[in-house]
Nanobody, 122 residues
């Protein structure tokens, strides 16, 4: 079992920054694919960013603004979000899985955190 706990969400003005943190426990963290997803009210959960070893992937909507990183010694994954826009408002979820068929697909991930709210005001 892997437990994931997100933190760092909040209310920020457009153009501002936030850093989300996902703390993992329970297994050998460094071998896991780690992803960030988000879900806005009335919308499906969508891919934001993912990382495996030193490889990273980003949704086109956040590329150049968001950065995913990990600290295996601390079992932690981060999502640095800059130049935030109102359309980035959503609940952000951290997800983990040892093996994934589609690193951008929510169905590929086994473990999920409880989510953290990010609200960007205009």
């Amino acid at each position: 079992q892997v437990q994931l706990v997100e933190s760092g969400g909040g209310l920020v003005q457009a153009g501002g920054s936030l850093r989300l943190t996902c703390a993992a426990s329970g297994r050998t963290f460094s071998n896991y694919n780690m992803g960030w997803f988000r879900q806005a009210p009335g919308k499906e959960r969508e891919f934001v960013a993912a990382i495996f070893l030193s490889n990273t992937w980003y949704a086109d909507t956040v590329k150049g603004r968001f950065t995913i990183s990990r600290n295996n010694a601390r079992n932690t994954v981060y999502l640095q979000m800059n130049s935030l826009k109102p359309e980035d408002t959503a609940v952000y979820y951290c997800a983990a899985s040892e093996g994934v068929r589609n690193i951008k697909g929510p169905a590929s991930y086994v473990y999920w955190g409880q989510g953290t709210q990010v609200t960007v005001s205009s």
